[in-house]
């Protein structure tokens, strides 16, 4: 009798230090179990979710699980054996665990659960009743733990404790043999930095200066970035608004996004009440409206981004004519015009790292049709690759296989045509083809717009690529259009020039990453 072949699925809902360590143990476990079973484990790394959640609260879909699920669907499982740690690894959403558990049954693969000690078959009543039992309990489980959490959540909104990580300007005290929250004070470096920040917009200095001057003193940031492009970026003008508009600060708590006036917080308040609203009206004045609707002149201005610092890039003037006699070093003149009027010296433009206010100087600049073009084409090449619809989703729903199946069905919609075509150029049997594009098209264009609905991504974007031509689709965009579908694609990232670039001229494509959102 031939050994089974398993393959994993290992998921864990939190991994704030992301070391992957409970998947690991599970896959210890595992292993141990396939072990004493005599099974082999397939070659291929397991199917892994680190740091997802598998709850319909769940906020980040769990990409490996969908992966699954298309192996399943595409019968490219390639084993006998689907192995998870406990049913709820698997999934705590009833329609999604049924889903699994049919398509198991579809494709004969067993399902082994490790904490069970048991291999089910999804063929057989009774195992099929045992799975989807389980499935129940997780789902029950789920919301009830959900509503626990909304629970304690308000009721610490109304008893004036905190909810979430530690806001800036303060420090916890915990009970060191319970290691309950004892109480909240001011932190003595971090609560004299709000309150400087206060007093000077309330004495009528901009966002910009605060920040700049915080930078110069290597004030440390208020919040930690992952996003490494961002990473020495600093306090901004937006970051010192942003902190002094919270009303924590006025020792109110918040709940939902209304002051709980009623409430008194169990942490002081390092600004008054009465100074905190005068100065959100001083930050945001009722009769400032702020709209940002004005022209856009450039592709990239506000949407590259510096790859030393993060900051965000604008259009800046270089010189391009030469100011200095190669040979003695003398100035040159200006070039004049036909009447002899000096002209000013020719130029070009460029994108240019704004920096970083309190730091001199800027990091990277690029010449604007290079950038432009580079960009412009790495856009092109992504919306144009078979699979990039299959990257969003509707938020908190699992539809990648819904996704893959109205994309196959296109795909098929589409090659029924093509062949369609060549046997009324064959048999001269026009009226064949169009006989059969009027009944297919409509069929083209309802898959089409539930494609759409199944996508998060901008319905510009989706337009572009479901119009076939990109390239012509791009080209008859406005400006605005096309800056619109950059930001919902991709942030280009400048970085500097490497040591073996310097002086190459033309373009130079290994300068700009693309961060893919």
Sequence with gaps: MKSLIVREYLRVSKDSKGTGKSPDQQHDENVNAFDRQGWLLHPDPPYRDTDRSASR???????????????????TFDADVLAI????????????????????KERTVCIWVTTHGRLYDPSNARDRRSLLED??????????????????????????????KNIYGYHRVYDQKTGELERIEPHPEQGPIVQEAARRILEGQSFYAVAKDFNERGVERRRPTR??????????????????????????????????????????????????????????????????DWPARYLLTGIAVCGVCGAPARIGKQNAGRRKDKVTGEPLPKPVDEHGNELPYPHYNSYVCVGVPGKTGFHV?????????????LLLARLARPDFLTGGGEPGKDTDAERQAVLAKIAGYQKYLDDVRMEAAEKLRFDLLLDQE????????A????????????????????????????????????????????TPRINRVGPDSKGQRGINRDRVDPIWR
């Design 57 to 75: 609260f769940a906020r980040r879909g769990r990409e490996d699980f969908k992966r699954l699920i298309t192996d399943l669907e595409e019968d």
């Design 85 to 104: 740690w406990e049913s709820s690894r698997g999934s705590r959403r009833v329609g999604e665990w049924v889903d699994l558990v049919e398509l198991c």
């Design 135 to 164: 499935a129940v309990d997780a789902e029950y489980e789920s919301d009830k733990s959900s509503e626990r959490i909304q629970r304690d959540v308000r009721a610490a909104a109304e008893g004036g404790r905190p909810h979430g």
């Design 227 to 292: 996003k490494q492009h961002r990473s020495n970026l600093g306090w901004t003008a937006p970051a010192v608004k942003q902190m002094l508009t919270m009303p924590a600060y006025a020792g109110k708590r918040q709940h939902r996004g209304e002051i709980l006036g009623h409430v008194e917080a169990m942490w002081p308040a390092l600004i008054d009440f009465d100074t905190w609203l005068k100065l959100q009206v001083i930050m945001s004045p009722p009769e400032r409206k702020r709209t940002n």
């Design 365 to 377: 600049a690029m010449r604007q049709e290079h950038l432009d073009e580079v960009v412009t084409g």
């Design 438 to 445: 009027a009944r297919i098209q409509p069929k083209i264009k």
């Design 447 to 490: 898959a089409q717009k539930r494609l759409e609905q199944l996508s998060e991504m901008d319905p510009l974007v989706l337009r572009l690529v479901q119009g076939g031509a990109i390239l012509r689709g791009w080209d008859a965009l406005e400006l605005a259009d096309k800056r619109r579908v950059i930001r919902a694609v991709v």
